[in-house]
T-cell receptor
Framework: DAGVTQSPTHLIKTRGQQVTLRCSPI?????VSWYQQVLGQGPQFIFQ???????GRGNFPDRFSARQFPNYSSELNVNALLLGDSALYLC?????????????FGSGTRLTVV | GQQLNQSPQSMFIQEGEDVSMNCTSS?????WLWYKQEPGEGPVLLIA?????ELTSNGRLTAQFGITRKDSFLNISASIPSDVGIYFC?????????????FGKGTKLSVKP
């Protein structure tokens, strides 16, 4: 079975541009979460979606938005990119939003803002 | 954003040695998780702990959920070169339909053959 798939794997954008990152969860998983991992740090929670509804939001500005589709895949959008948005963006899926068994992470999208 | 206090930041050890790392928090969690991340990959779950005082093993890995629910440790016995990577602790308070993870800053492990 395929794991969590993210696309693209790498991306270079210019300051002020907008970016869309995509995630497909493990088959049967209905919850998708997004995390930002800056170099040398642990992942930071951005959003959690379950059954197409936002269930949690981390301390990120409104430039960050996301949505979940009927097939449970998800997109993360970041507007007006800043240099500080350069990071590895991780998607994680789980069976349910309140799943106590942890999450399965994808390999991430490496975003570089220049 | 909030991050857990994880130590040590890095470790350089000889193959065969045992390793210990720990994680503390100012708030309690109902789940503690330990992940390993290798270059170019996302974190992979190693051990999950659900009950205060719980001691759980996964092969050469052993982890404990602190009695206060504010800390956890991970031990790796008889380290081997493939143990190299960054180890993250994560706390979680799950319930209803949500349960985001709060991560530590990681412990980078290097193993010398």
């Amino acid at each position: 079975d395929a794991g969590v798939t993210q696309s693209p794997t790498h991306l270079i954008k210019t300051r002020g541009q907008q970016v869309t990152l995509r995630c497909s969860p493990i088959s049967g998983h209905k919850s998708v979460s997004w995390y930002q991992q800056v170099l040398g740090q642990g992942p930071q929670f951005i959003f959690q979606y379950y059954e197409k509804e936002e269930r949690g939001r981390g301390n990120f500005p409104d430039r960050f938005s996301a949505r979940q589709f009927p097939n449970y895949s998800s997109e993360l959008n970041v507007n007006a990119l800043l240099l500080g948005d350069s990071a590895l963006y991780l998607c994680a899926s789980s069976l349910s939003g309140g799943n106590p068994y942890g999450y399965t992470f994808g390999s991430g999208t490496r975003l570089t803002v220049v | 954003g909030q991050q857990l206090n994880q130590s040590p930041q890095s470790m350089f050890i000889q193959e065969g040695e045992d390793v210990s790392m720990n994680c503390t928090s100012s708030s309690i969690f109902n789940t503690w998780l330990w992940y390993k991340q290798e270059p170019g990959e996302g974190p992979v779950l190693l051990i999950a702990l659900y009950k205060a005082g719980e001691l759980t093993s996964n092969g050469r890995l052993t982890a404990q959920f602190g009695i206060t629910r504010k800390d956890s440790f991970l031990n790796i016995s008889a380290s081997i070169p493939s143990d190299v990577g960054i180890y993250f602790c994560a706390g979680q308070n799950y319930g209803g339909s949500q349960g985001n993870l709060i991560f530590g800053k990681g412990t980078k492990l290097s193993v010398k053959p």
